[in-house]
């Protein structure tokens, strides 16, 4: 099962480190989502049921497109730099959907007090980061991913580094949690 917390502050250490608070600070799926508006679900495709409600989500979100991707020190070009830019503080026009089919990563997100939840991903994890919130990407200290990426219509992928406020998408993500996602 998926996990979540809220981070600390250490900005010097290793960026694929848990980063727990002291204590730690939990946060479990109900409020994750209103929190952010962060949509989790576990698929294991060795489940033919799985594998329907899986496509039943594909369908009644639109999602026409995916593609794999694989982030590794063997297999993603110009590995050190792509950690960095994915770990650059961002937000999507578009929904981010990533389902992950092997390894392990952190997605954190902001919160409406601007404050880091790291949401830690792994097989069977899917994860649907809303249009418009503040997020980042990275690995953690196993260094290895591989995860379907879906999408609505062609592949659009571009981030865009805050501060981007004045963006349309930021503005209706503000609504959208101000009304708790209702």
């Known amino acids: 099962m998926v996990r979540a917390w809220y981070m600390d502050d250490d900005l010097q250490s290793d960026q694929r480190l848990e980063h727990h608070r002291n204590p730690p600070v939990y946060i479990d799926l109900n409020t994750l989502f209103e929190l952010t508006g962060v949509r989790y679900f576990k ?53 981010e959907i990533r389902f992950v089919l092997e390894g392990s990563g952190y997605f954190d997100v902001r919160d409406a007090k601007d404050e880091w939840i790291r ?10 980061i809303p249009a418009g919130i503040y997020h980042r990407f990275t690995l953690d200290t196993r260094n290895f991913i591989k995860a379907k990426r879906y999408f609505v219509g062609e592949p659009v992928w571009k981030p865009y ?17 101000k009304n708790k996602f209702k």
């Open 43 to 95: 698929f294991d495709l060795r489940s033919s049921k799985m594998q329907d409600e899986l496509n039943i989500l594909k369908k009644d979100r639109g999602y026409s497109y995916e593609d794999e991707i694989v982030c590794s020190k063997e297999c993603l070009p110009d590995y050190e730099n792509k950690l960095k830019i994915f770990y650059e503080e961002h937000l999507h026009t578009d929904e």
């Open 119 to 128: 949401i830690q991903v792994e097989a069977c994890d899917l994860i649907i």
């Open 161 to 177: 580094n805050r501060p981007v406020d004045e963006m349309a998408c930021r503005r209706l993500y503000l609504e959208c949690l």
